[in-house]
């Protein structure tokens, strides 16, 4: 847990970030988990076969040890003597607002959070419902604390801190991301992460597992929301729309790697890159994963991803062009006899996409021939 080569954590001068992990474990509480690769990683398997369990709704959490939670601090002076900020993700093996962590190590890393104010932390979840219940919690375990001192809590930097936060007033240098991977997720968790106070708030799509809209979402079918530019249905006097929400900063897209990675659409990728591009929100794209096309174009080289445009079309250029492929249609259900293919022209299912397992690398970071490595700029400077 020091220096990674994951792209989105460098800064806009490209120099790398950090990865670090209090504790390690987690369980499955999305469809971005079921292959979760964190879970047969190495600090993982280590544990496992030192007879301990991280993984799983009955599993216990593991805490890093003092040298690894002293690498913030070294981080922090690191960034301080250079004169630039540094980024810190947090976390790669876990998840910081899980309920089944002690409370008392959440209050340890929000201290080491306030103790680096030169890093900008990265704080990505998949329980963005949690924040305030963890982070009241955490107030109150600290007061207990102070009071069992006989201290003064208004003296106390650090419940301050957390107070500061759960008030409205979120610290500059922490960034809030959530994981969402599809629609439900979308429509059910980027409202939390809008209702919750951050400097910064990022979306995660990775793996993206579908095709999904964020910018608009529909509240109570009387309502709604446009999650990426921060407004709502209503208007002012001129018709144009008020800006009285916040709105999401970033979007990294992404498929998913690893022995049993689903296949991502290329045309869902496009779409979320699109609604970013007109929005004027930054937009990453991560990676292919291990699903991309062999199909190249001729006369550059370039890749092509090849579609059926209907069932006949199908017909015609199968045996050409599947190539020990796979046939995916619009919703990215796996078409493999004649049978599908015609429930998917029933079902308006079309165009069909090709695509091959190419393997992570050779897949690349390319969306539509070119790199998309847009981010925020730091709110401190």
């Known amino acids: 847990m020091a ?6 954590v460098r800064n806009p001068q490209g120099e790398l970030g950090f990865t670090f992990n209090a504790w390690i474990g987690c369980e499955h509480v999305s469809p971005a988990c079921d292959h979760c690769y964190a ?19 009955h599993a216990e959490r593991y805490r890093t040890s003092d040298a690894n ?10 960034a301080a003597a250079k004169g630039t900020r540094l980024r810190v993700f947090s976390a790669s093996q876990s998840d910081w607002l899980d309920n089944k962590v002690p409370i008392e190590w959440l209050v340890d890393l929000l201290d080491l959070i306030r103790c680096t104010p030169n890093l900008d932390w990265l704080l990505l979840t998949k329980r963005i419902g949690n924040w305030r219940k963890r982070l009241e919690e955490a107030a109150t375990y600290r007061l207990a604390v102070i009071l069992a001192d006989t201290s003064d809590p208004r003296r106390d930097a650090l419940y301050q801190w957390i107070k500061a936060w759960l008030d409205g007033h979120p610290p500059a240098h922490v960034w809030l991301g959530a994981t969402v991977v599809n629609q439900e997720e979308v429509d059910r968790d980027v409202i939390k992460l809008l209702r919750t106070p951050a400097a910064v708030r990022f979306l995660s799509m990775e793996p993206l597992l579908g095709p999904v809209n964020i910018t608009r979402i529909d509240l109570d079918g009387h309502s709604e929301i446009y999650p990426l530019r921060g407004t709502t249905g209503c208007e002012d006097d001129d018709g144009e729309p008020v800006a009285d929400l916040p709105a999401i900063d970033w979007v990294i897209v992404g498929g998913e790697s690893g022995h049993k990675a689903r296949p991502m659409l290329p045309e869902w990728a496009f779409n979320v ?24 174009r001729l006369t550059d080289g370039r890749a092509v991803f ?18 020990g492929g796979i046939c995916l249609d619009r919703n990215g259900v796996e078409l493999k006899i004649g049978r599908d293919f015609m429930r998917a022209r029933d079902e308006d299912a079309f165009p069909v996409t090709i ?17 998309h490595d847009a981010s925020p700029a730091s709110v401190l400077h």
């Open 3 to 8: 220096e990674t080569v994951i792209e989105w």
């Open 39 to 57: 879970e047969v990683d190495t600090p993982a398997r280590v544990l496992r076969a030192k007879g301990m369990e991280t993984w799983g709704p």
């Open 69 to 78: 939670w002293r690498q913030p601090l070294r981080w922090n002076k690191k």
């Open 273 to 296: 890159r699109d609604q970013c591009e007109a929005a004027g929100v930054s937009f990453f794209f991560k990676q292919w994963g291990e699903w991309h096309t062999s199909a190249v």
């Open 306 to 323: 090849r579609q059926f445009t209907d069932f006949q079309h199908w017909v015609n250029k199968a045996s050409t062009w599947v190539n």
């Open 355 to 371: 695509m091959h397992r190419v393997g992570k690398a050779s897949a690349g970071r390319l969306l539509d021939g070119r790199l």
